[in-house]
Each structure stands twice: as C-alpha cells, then as structure tokens.
C-alpha cells in the first residue's frame, strides 16, 4: 500500500512542478519538484515490487 501512496504522491508533484502551479518550497523551482515526484514514483514502484 505505501507504495501505491509514494505513486500517487509522486505523479501530483510531477503534474504540478511541470504545470508551475506547485513549487518546491526553499528553491522556488517547478522542475526541482517535478525530478523529486520522479524519485518518489520510483520508490513507489521499487517498494511494490518488493512486495509481491
């Protein structure tokens, strides 16, 4: 489950860095928000392939 929670989470900062309607606090920067969704969505998919 908490993967599929880290995927969901990952692809709203993704949508949002990339729309420039979120930006990471600190750095003001969409895109540096959209390679942290990137990361997430990969430890989402990391941790559910573990899990199975």
């Known amino acids: 489950m908490r993967g599929i929670i880290n995927i969901v989470i990952g692809v709203v900062f993704i949508i949002g860095g990339l729309s420039g309607n979120l930006v990471m606090k600190g750095t003001h ?24």
């Not at 895109?31 to 942290?36: K, M, T």
């Open 29 to 52: 920067s969409g895109g540096a928000l959209a390679v942290l969704g990137g990361v997430l969505c990969l430890l989402g998919l990391y941790r559910l392939a573990r899990s199975a």
